[in-house]
């Protein structure tokens, strides 16, 4: 091989290199006294070229051994080297690694492709290489992905290498994609040929056309992206190791809390079953039941409705029956009435039962449920509840004040129900049965309690002009929360937005919570939503959200 011209090519990955052939019979028939070796070293996969530290670290060292086997068949009359792509990264690192000082000379260097760093220094190999050709494709989106997703990679290919000598390193830009040097022999014949046959001073050749702001935020972006790629491949095998741990630790305090919670309720069923020995007791005390009744609540509240049952039987018989700890009993059984773990029927005939012992009858109990009912939206369970209060007083040919009161209250969840259903004249039917009892009402608190209620109805009927009426018979004594948020209301749905924001203005946050309440209810029971979301609005921005 002594006195050869020596060429080598390198292929990229994802190929097998055919561009290789086609170029050293061009090469041939340029110039006889020539030999070409196509290093090929397999096809490499885009997965294998991500792992910088396996699969790319050891080609490339594989590739620095043969390429000095390679210079060792030597001497040779010229070397050259033609790369492309991942071939590009191959020759410099070899070139790295075999050093300055135990390198051959080597004449042309024709990258096209470029993997490699803008910033890759050359300098280092200016006594030994002689010119260094850089093909630049100016649209190729490869080199893009390369930047941001490879590790140690660059973009050199598309907008060549820093600190340029026209002498030594020469940066060439071409309007194609990232392997457009191939589709052709065109290509390699014109620009390659002249390279690898002569001494020829390289050509310059740029199609880049005037530089822009686009072209100019890419550079910036390049330059950028090295840090931020560093700090995900460091952050990413980070985060892998410490999260798995840092769960391990969220586990174990979630555990930890549980036993703890579990540990808590433990205790306190052991103070209800410590307490419930004096409870039976003939010396059981009203202190007794008071406490009971304060752990019943309490277990209510965190959601153990078994434990609150429990402690609100003890309530009850310490109290000897009493009125308020019945209604807690019976609270708890319509609340146990909306558990899976319950059987609702049963809960809620149980609570009804419990109502009648606390001096209520029947239809006092079947409204208290009512209300709890329509508290929680169901308002179908609700209005047979209802008609259930209706069905049992009407059986009686008079009816005490009490019972008048009750009826009342049924009537009016009724209408209540059908306009949150957006059935209007069927809530008008059971407005009309209230007013039929308010005439001749000597209960001042009562009115009061029934007016505001029918203003409420007639605010989600979407009726305003109705609701100031019974706004305006509040007796003079009372302006609480409730009067002011309806009338604040009624102003809104005429759309006097000046007396709407005036009232909104003087409210406290109870009433600004009640309002947004109401606003919800109002937008279910049809009342238009533009005119809501006014509401809304103000409201929210009164609270400074």
Same mark, same amino acid.
């Given at each position: 091989?002594?006195?050869?011209?020596?060429?080598?090519?390198?292929?990229?990955?994802?190929?097998?290199?055919?561009?290789?052939?086609?170029?050293?019979?061009?090469?041939?028939?340029?110039?006889?006294?020539?030999?070409? $070796?196509?290093?090929?070293?397999?096809?490499?996969?885009?997965?294998?070229?991500?792992?910088?530290?396996?699969?790319?670290?050891?080609?490339?060292?594989?590739?620095?051994?043969?390429?000095?086997?390679?210079?060792?068949?030597?001497?040779?009359?010229?070397?050259?080297?033609?790369?492309?792509?991942?071939?590009?990264?191959?020759?410099?690192?070899?070139?790295?690694?075999?050093?300055?000082?135990?390198?051959?000379?080597?004449?042309?260097?024709?990258?096209?492709?470029?993997?490699?760093?803008?910033?890759?220094?050359?300098?280092?190999?200016?006594?030994?290489?002689?010119?260094?050709?850089?093909?630049?494709?100016?649209?190729?989106?490869?080199?893009?992905?390369? *930047?941001?997703?490879?590790?140690?990679?660059?973009?050199?290919?598309?907008?060549?290498?820093?600190?340029?000598?026209?002498?030594?390193?020469?940066?060439?830009?071409?309007?194609?994609?990232?392997?457009?040097?191939?589709?052709?022999?065109?290509?390699?014949?014109?620009?390659?040929?002249?390279?690898?046959?002569?001494?020829?001073?390289?050509?310059?050749?740029?199609?880049?056309?005037?530089?822009?702001?686009?072209?100019?935020?890419?550079?910036?972006?390049?330059?950028?992206?090295?840090?931020?790629?560093?700090?995900?491949?460091?952050?990413?095998?980070?985060?892998?190791?410490?999260?798995?741990?840092?769960?391990?630790?969220?586990?174990?305090?979630?555990?930890?809390? *549980?036993?703890?919670?579990?540990?808590?309720?433990?205790?306190?069923?052991?103070?209800?079953?410590?307490?419930?020995?004096?409870?039976?007791?003939?010396?059981?005390?009203?202190?007794?039941?008071?406490?009971?009744?304060?752990?019943?609540?309490?277990?209510?509240?965190?959601?153990?409705?078994?434990?609150?049952?429990?402690?609100?039987?003890?309530?009850?018989?310490?109290?000897?029956?009493?009125?308020?700890?019945? =209604?807690?009993?019976?609270?708890?059984?319509?609340?146990?009435?909306?558990?899976?773990?319950?059987?609702?029927?049963?809960?809620?005939?149980?609570?009804?039962?419990?109502?009648?012992?606390?001096?209520?009858?029947?239809?006092?109990?079947?409204?208290?449920?009512?209300?709890?009912?329509?508290?929680?939206?169901?308002?179908?369970?609700?209005?047979?509840?209802?008609?259930?209060?209706?069905?049992?007083?009407?059986?009686?040919?008079?009816?005490?004040?009490?019972?008048?009161?009750?009826?009342?209250?049924?009537?009016?969840?009724?209408?209540?129900?059908?306009?949150?259903? *957006?059935?209007?004249? *069927?809530?008008?039917?059971?407005?009309?049965?209230?007013? =039929?009892?308010?005439?001749?009402?000597?209960?001042?608190?009562?009115?009061?309690?029934?007016?505001?209620?029918?203003?409420?109805?007639?605010?989600?009927?979407?009726?305003?002009?109705?609701?100031?009426?019974?706004?305006?018979?509040?007796?003079?004594?009372?302006?609480?929360?409730?009067?002011?948020?309806?009338?604040?209301?009624?102003?809104?749905?005429?759309?006097? =937005?000046?007396?709407?924001?005036?009232?909104?203005?003087?409210?406290?946050?109870?009433?600004?919570?009640?309002?947004?309440?109401?606003?919800?209810?109002?937008?279910?029971?049809?009342?238009?939503?533009?005119?809501?979301?006014?509401?809304?609005?103000? $409201?929210?921005?009164?609270?400074?959200?």
């Amino acid at each position: 091989m002594e006195n050869k011209h020596l060429v080598i090519t390198v292929h990229g990955i994802r190929t097998h290199g055919a561009w290789q052939d086609r170029l050293s019979e061009l090469l041939a028939s340029a110039e006889p006294n020539i030999y070409v $070796v196509n290093k090929k070293y397999g096809f490499f996969t885009v997965i294998a070229y991500l792992f910088p530290l396996v699969f790319r670290w050891a080609i490339a060292r594989r590739f620095r051994s043969e390429l000095m086997q390679v210079f060792k068949t030597g001497p040779y009359s010229r070397i050259d080297i033609v790369a492309h792509s991942f071939g590009t990264y191959l020759v410099a690192k070899a070139l790295e690694g075999i050093g300055v000082e135990n390198l051959p000379k080597i004449n042309t260097v024709i990258f096209s492709g470029s993997v490699l760093r803008s910033s890759f220094n050359w300098v280092r190999f200016g006594g030994k290489i002689h010119r260094i050709v850089n093909e630049c494709g100016i649209h190729d989106a490869v080199l893009i992905l390369n *930047q941001i997703l490879v590790f140690g990679a660059g973009m050199a290919g598309r907008y060549g290498f820093d600190w340029c000598e026209d002498d030594f390193t020469k940066n060439r830009y071409f309007s194609f994609g990232h392997s457009g040097y191939f589709k052709t022999n065109d290509f390699m014949k014109t620009y390659w040929l002249p390279l690898l046959t002569s001494q020829d001073r390289t050509q310059s050749h740029d199609e880049r056309g005037q530089t822009t702001w686009v072209y100019e935020l890419h550079i910036l972006a390049s330059k950028v992206c090295d840090p931020v790629r560093f700090f995900v491949f460091i952050a990413i095998p980070i985060f892998f190791f410490v999260y798995p741990i840092l769960k391990a630790s969220e586990s174990r305090e979630f555990a930890q809390r *549980q036993e703890m919670e579990r540990a808590f309720l433990e205790l306190e069923k052991a103070r209800i079953e410590s307490i419930s020995q004096s409870a039976m007791s003939p010396v059981a005390r009203r202190s007794d039941a008071d406490i009971y009744l304060i752990r019943g609540k309490h277990l209510l509240e965190i959601g153990d409705l078994k434990s609150a049952e429990i402690a609100g039987r003890f309530a009850v018989i310490a109290s000897g029956y009493d009125e308020d700890y019945l =209604k807690f009993m019976a609270t708890v059984f319509v609340q146990q009435s909306f558990s899976a773990d319950y059987d609702r029927n049963v809960k809620c005939t149980e609570a009804e039962a419990v109502l009648g012992m606390a001096r209520y009858d029947i239809a006092r109990s079947a409204l208290f449920i009512s209300e709890y009912l329509i508290k929680k939206e169901r308002y179908a369970e609700s209005m047979q509840y209802c008609v259930r209060v209706v069905n049992e007083l009407d059986k009686k040919t008079e009816i005490t004040s009490r019972e008048k009161y009750i009826l009342c209250k049924a009537y009016y969840n009724m209408s209540f129900i059908y306009a949150m259903m *957006q059935q209007k004249q *069927q809530s008008i039917f059971y407005v009309d049965r209230v007013v =039929k009892f308010i005439d001749g009402w000597d209960d001042a608190k009562v009115l009061d309690e029934l007016h505001l209620s029918l203003s409420w109805v007639y605010i989600l009927l979407g009726l305003p002009d109705a609701s100031t009426v019974y706004l305006n018979k509040k007796i003079p004594r009372d302006d609480g929360m409730a009067w002011r948020v309806n009338r604040a209301h009624c102003y809104l749905l005429v759309n006097d =937005k000046e007396r709407f924001s005036d009232a909104v203005s003087s409210f406290g946050q109870k009433e600004l919570d009640e309002s947004l309440r109401d606003y919800r209810l109002m937008l279910h029971s049809g009342i238009d939503e533009e005119m809501v979301y006014e509401g809304f609005k103000t $409201v929210m921005q009164r609270r400074g959200l």
